[in-house]
């Protein structure tokens, strides 16, 4: 089965802070996603990757940066956190096969981050 | 632009009764869709997909999906309905020359005893 891995289940930061949330999949994937999911609105993208050390904007990526230094790990870093940046943070990863795109999503547990 | 409506925010049914979630989804071509559950405090989990062919498809945990192009639907049923399937659930559709997915914003599935 594949694994995706969210560091931590529950954070609190300050405002202000640069947070950094962490990823990481066992099962060789190439792509690995970021999303913020909110009451009522559903999971939003953040960024994704789709290789080492490239990212693409997702839907929302203000007040957000992304790293991917090594492939099994993705990480989502808020540059001075915010308070309506209070949400639950989920990664998910999937194969990447060119000119396949019906590839579904795996998912971590979250994290819900809390910004004080 | 591509987008899915889930037009159902909360949905109770009694637990052994049948159970049925819409989706429509805006997309010009053939889309792949799917369905995710999450459970409380937990990631989501891959219940079906459909990418072609039979437009009924078959899940996991007893779940099924049919694909109706007229109506640009995609919903989710289930016969008979658990306590353990209350969950949120969530309809997805991908789309030609890309890997990202957009979602609806969700269904919460409650089950009375």
């Known amino acids: 089965d594949v694994k995706v891995t969210q560091s931590s289940r529950y954070l609190v930061k300050r405002t202000g802070e640069k947070v950094f949330l962490e990823c990481v999949q066992d099962m060789d994937h190439e792509n690995m996603f970021w999303y913020r999911q909110d009451p009522g609105l559903g999971l939003r993208l953040i960024y994704f990757s789709y290789d080492v050390k490239m990212k693409e904007k997702g839907d929302i990526p203000e007040g957000y940066s992304v790293s991917r230094e090594k492939k099994e790990r993705f990480s989502l870093i808020l540059e001075s956190a915010s308070t309506n940046q209070t949400s639950m943070y989920l990664c998910?990863?999937?194969?990447?096969?060119?000119?396949?795109?019906?590839?579904?999503?795996?998912f971590g547990d979250g994290t819900r981050l809390s910004i004080l | 632009a591509q987008s899915v409506t889930q037009p159902d925010i909360h949905i109770t049914v009694s637990e052994g009764a049948s159970l049925e979630l819409r989706c429509n989804y805006s997309?010009?071509?053939?889309?792949?869709l799917f369905w995710y559950v999450q459970s409380p405090g937990q990631g989501l989990q891959l219940l079906l997909k459909?990418?072609?062919?039979?437009?009924l498809v078959q899940g996991i945990k007893g779940f099924e999906a049919e694909f109706k192009r007229s109506q640009s639907s995609f919903n989710l049923r289930k016969p008979s309905v658990h306590w353990s399937d209350a969950a949120e659930y969530f309809c997805?559709?991908?789309?030609?020359?890309?890997?990202?997915?957009?979602f609806g914003s969700g269904t919460r599935l409650l089950v009375r005893p």
């Open positions: 997805a559709v991908g789309m030609d020359s890309s890997y990202k997915l957009i």
């Open positions: 459909y990418f072609s062919g039979d437009t």
């Open positions: 997309y010009g071509a053939t889309p792949y």
């Open positions: 998910a990863s999937s194969k990447g096969i060119q000119g396949i795109w019906n590839q579904p999503q795996h």
